[in-house]
């Protein structure tokens, strides 16, 4: 399984740049998908998640400027960012609970994408 990230980029501060994220592979179905990013001397942090069904969560710094979706026939997940900040600067990575056969069963694991930097100048 793997997850393919791509969108990232320069920006200017008010701008907007949309990421996508698609997993590939022997994939029976995915549940929760989403996006987090590291910026420069910090912690990995949440941005956003949307389930299967579509419910979706934000961190607070991004809530009402970025949107989350996903297309569940190609297995893809997006990341609408508007109005972008200099304090959004950041590799972002994609993040799929992906459940898998496994023997007789099924097996969930959780898969990151291999990250896009996102640069917002001011």
């Known amino acids: 399984v793997q997850l393919q990230a791509s969108g990232g980029g320069l920006v200017q501060a008010g701008g907007s740049l949309r990421l996508s994220c698609a997993a590939s592979?022997?994939?029976?179905?995915?549940?929760?998908m989403g996006w987090y990013r590291q910026a420069p001397g910090k912690q990995r942090e949440l941005v956003a998640t949307?389930?299967?069904?579509?419910?979706?969560n934000y961190a607070d710094s991004v809530m009402g400027r970025f949107t989350i979706s996903r297309d569940n026939a190609k297995n893809t997940v997006y990341l609408q960012m508007n109005s972008l900040k200099p304090e959004d600067t950041a590799v972002y990575y994609c993040y799929a609970d992906i459940e898998r056969r496994s023997g007789y069963g099924f097996q969930t694991s959780g898969y990151w994408g291999q990250g896009t930097l996102v640069t917002v100048s001011s």
């Open positions: 592979g022997r994939i029976f179905s995915i549940n929760a």
């Open positions: 949307i389930t299967s069904g579509g419910s979706t």
